[in-house]
Structure formats: C-alpha cells, structure tokens
C-alpha cells in the first residue's frame, strides 16, 4: 500500500483506492472526490485518509524514482541504436570504399567497370546517407537546426551555446 494504511480507514480499504490517490495527485479537491465516489464517503472519511494515511512527498518521490529508471533505460536504448547504426555505418562505408577502390583501378586500366560493381557503390552511398540522417535523428540533430545556426551566423548572432 502506498503510503499508510489504516484497516478503519474507508478510503484505505475502499477497491477504488489507487484511482481515489490518483484522482488527488491530480488536483481533485477533496469534495470533488467525495461526489465522485458518489456519497459512498463521507468528506471527513476522504479528508482523514489523505491527512493521516497518504504521504504526496513520499509517493512523489517513487514516481520520481520510477521516472529516472525509465528515463535510463530509455537512454541504454538510445546509446545501444546508436551503436549498432555505427557499426551498420562502418561496414557500409568499407563495402563503399572497396568499391570505389574497384572501380578506380577499372577506370585507370580505361575499361567500363561491371554494372553490379557501379550499383553496388550507388546502393552503399545512399544506404551511408540514410543511416547517417537515421543517426542524428537518434541524436536529436535535425537540419532545421543546422540551418537556423547558419543563418544565426550569417545575420551576425552569437551562438548561444559558446560563451
């Protein structure tokens, strides 16, 4: 039971007790509790519980706890997406590289190199790019943000970040 419990009390004992404290985190009066459960408890009854038995500082701060293992776990997720779109980009820029490599010494030799060898270079360009784009949106980069600090320095603003 969050916060107290009295077996006297009828909102400690009342089924509905996690929606009643819910209704009370978010701003319900007592009255309005009290019409809401329809008369069933008395405004005293109601009253009584959250003075003597609930404890906002104490539940505040288990949702605050909970919240930050969320938000770290979300943030592991993060850095672990990150990661693999890292490595995704690593082999494709190797497999790009090769490539290039290949079609150069074809070009250099003044022969047409093979059409799956040009396909295979656009192919890996354009899946660097994606990844690239699908990394900064992990990141929260976007490139109306790049854009604003470029006009930002063209219209002669202090980036806000430097000191």
Request: hydrophobic letters at 40%; one cysteine or more; aromatic letters at 6%.
């Amino acid at each position: 039971m969050p916060a107290g419990y009295s077996s006297r009390c009828k909102i400690c004992n009342h089924p509905r007790r996690a929606a009643i404290e819910q209704w009370h985190l978010d701003g319900a009066s007592f009255r309005e509790i009290q019409r809401r459960l329809e008369g069933t408890v008395s405004f005293a009854a109601v009253r009584n519980h959250f003075v003597e038995h609930f404890n906002v500082r104490e539940e505040a701060f288990l949702q605050w706890e909970a919240s930050q293992q969320q938000l770290e776990q979300a943030g592991a997720k993060r850095v672990s997406d990150i990661q693999l779109i890292d490595q995704v980009i690593e082999r494709s820029a190797k497999l790009n590289a090769a490539a290039a490599s290949r079609i150069q010494e074809y070009m250099e030799r003044n022969e047409k190199p093979p059409k799956a060898l040009v396909d295979l270079y656009g192919v890996t360009a354009a899946e660097l790019r994606q990844h690239a784009k699908a990394k900064q949106e992990l990141l929260g980069e976007t490139p109306a943000d790049d854009l604003a600090e470029v006009l930002m320095r063209l219209v002669g603003e202090d980036d806000p970040a430097d000191p």
